[in-house]
């Protein structure tokens, strides 16, 4: 199934685990955000990231199951200036621990955006 995913914050450097998590909605949809079971894999594909904060900071999207960022769980990191903006397909999707959400953790605080796009296969 399709998803786009959605998060933001003015400070999202300390966050927990359920804070620091994308809301998943199914495509055409706002009002419903999807449920990640123990059995469904998130598969990021693409992401955008916007900060206007007033340093630099770098922004990790992340996945596993807590609010720190361990090895093999960095789906994707910049370290953007004021008003930095990036996009990003990924030529090779990054495939969450099973049953876990994309996250968002930054260095520090300021106001940041992500969005991302991607596909949640269910397990039987």
């Known amino acids: 199934m399709e ?17 620091s998590r994308l809301t998943l909605y199914r495509p055409g949809t706002v009002l419903e955000a999807l ?3 123990d059995n469904d894999f998130v598969e ?5 990231i916007d900060y206007t904060g007033s ?7 992340y996945d596993g199951a807590d609010a720190t960022v361990g090895g093999g769980e960095k789906i994707h990191e910049a370290t953007l200036a004021q008003n930095g903006h990036i996009e990003s397909t990924l030529s090779i999707k ?9 996250k968002v953790k930054t260095s ?5 955006t992500v969005l991302i796009r991607g596909v949640i296969r269910k397990l039987p």
């Open 35 to 37: 449920a990640i079971d």
């Open 3 to 19: 998803f786009h995913g959605e998060f933001a914050s003015a400070d999202a450097s300390a966050l927990s685990e359920s804070a």
């Open 108 to 112: 520090g605080s300021g106001q940041v």
């Open 44 to 48: 990021v594909s693409d992401v955008v």
């Open 55 to 61: 340093t630099a900071r770098t922004i990790t999207l």
């Open 94 to 102: 990054h495939v969450c621990q099973k049953g876990t959400y994309p």
